[in-house]
């Protein structure tokens, strides 16, 4: 079965500092991947997906995602963040042909200013 | 554009209740997600349609859980009857035709709390 981790289960930043967030999947085949934003109280948003073509995803609000084949990876980058990127953040996978969504358990990031 | 639309945002009920949540999806999607977030156990998705049929219901914990989409707009999930560990806050997604290589849309959740 697809299983989607995301080792960092709460990360600390300071304003301006880089940002990346970890995800790994288990799936040997093609792979849709996907990074969801969840504000507090709010619903979840989409940051960026890749299905194919560049593995460099470019998303909302600066934040891009390397897609690495060889290391089941979909790591998630901001150069510079900020404090209103305080948020929880969910990779997850969806093979195709299916709708299926399966998400990582998230990883909470607070920015202090 | 309207969104995913789920209602009520919250419902406080005592167990044992029964318990109703609702969604609209977007128009012209036909795929839609039932997902139930907690703390313990993060984002799980419960039961999923297409074209209004059940496709995939291995998700919905017990058989308290039921869950119907009579047409294209409108879905429910139904907890009778209910229980504390019920408690989270459950998301209705919504995206185009399977294998469109289109995102899931959210709604804005449904926070339950079973006393």
């Known amino acids: 079965a697809q299983s989607v981790s995301q080792h960092n289960h709460h990360v600390i930043l300071s304003e301006a500092a880089s940002l990346e967030l970890g995800c790994n999947y288990s799936?040997?085949?093609?792979?849709?991947l996907f990074w969801y934003v969840q504000y507090p109280g709010q619903h979840l948003q989409l940051l960026l997906k890749?299905?194919?073509?560049?593995?460099l995803v470019k998303g909302i609000k600066g934040f891009e995602a390397e897609f690495i084949k060889s290391k089941f990876s979909f790591n998630l980058r901001k150069p510079s963040v900020q404090w209103s990127d305080t948020a929880e953040y969910f990779c997850?996978?969806?093979?195709?042909?299916?709708?299926?969504?399966?998400f990582g358990t998230g990883t909470r990031l607070q920015v202090f200013p | 554009d309207a969104g995913v639309i789920q209602s009520p945002r919250h419902e406080v009920t005592e167990m044992g209740q029964e318990v109703t949540l609702r969604c609209k999806p977007i128009?012209?999607?036909?795929?839609l997600f039932w997902y139930r977030q907690t703390m313990m156990r993060g984002l799980e998705l419960l039961i999923y349609?297409?074209?209004?049929?059940?496709?995939?219901d291995s998700g919905m914990p017990e058989d308290r859980f039921s869950a119907k989409m009579p047409n294209a707009s409108f879905s429910t999930l139904k907890i009778q009857p209910s229980e504390p560990r019920d408690s989270a806050v459950y998301f209705c997604?919504?995206?185009?035709?399977?294998?469109?290589?289109?995102?899931?849309?959210f709604g804005d959740g449904t926070r339950l709390s079973i006393l």
């Open positions: 997604a919504s995206s185009p035709q399977v294998g469109s290589n289109q995102p899931q849309h």
């Open positions: 349609f297409n074209n209004n049929v059940p496709i995939d």
């Open positions: 997850a996978v969806r093979t195709p042909n299916t709708d299926k969504l399966i």
């Open positions: 890749y299905f194919s073509g560049d593995p």
């Open positions: 799936y040997g085949g093609t792979v849709n």
């Open positions: 128009s012209g999607h036909n795929s």
